[in-house]
């Protein structure tokens, strides 16, 4: 049975930082691809990064470009976003989801919330 868990979110102030992790099980994490998401209330939901499955290539979307790292441990089976310089317009519910030949699997999500 697949399961990712994900923690890590809170109440930042505009300028702080915090780290997510998504612990998962279940599945070969290491042979796969892993990605966090988000999603704004009122909004879709958006890819925030990408990490390949031995975490030579990374990819981001462009408004966190320079402020947020997505990496990995697959002997931890986790992976995790590490998000500087939080602003208000990040403040959304983050999942990490996994691509397998068998489907995509989602998170259950961390809250974060940005603001003074």
């Known amino acids: 049975q697949v399961q990712l868990v994900e923690s890590g979110g809170g109440l930042v102030q505009p300028g702080g930082s915090l780290r997510l992790s998504c612990v998962a099980s279940?599945?070969?994490?290491?042979?796969?691809?892993m990605s966090w998401y988000r999603q704004a209330p009122r909004k879709e939901r958006e890819l925030v990064a990408h990490?390949?499955?031995?975490?030579?290539?990374?990819n981001y979307e462009d408004s966190v470009k320079g402020r947020f790292t997505i990496s990995r441990d697959n002997a931890k089976k986790t992976v995790y976003l590490q998000m500087n310089n939080l602003k208000p317009e990040d403040t959304a519910v983050y999942h990490c989801k996994a691509r397998t030949p068998s489907g995509d699997y989602w998170g259950q999500g961390t809250q974060v919330t940005v603001s003074s």
């Open positions: 990490i390949s499955s031995t975490g030579g290539v990374t």
């Open positions: 279940g599945f070969p994490f290491r042979w796969y691809a």
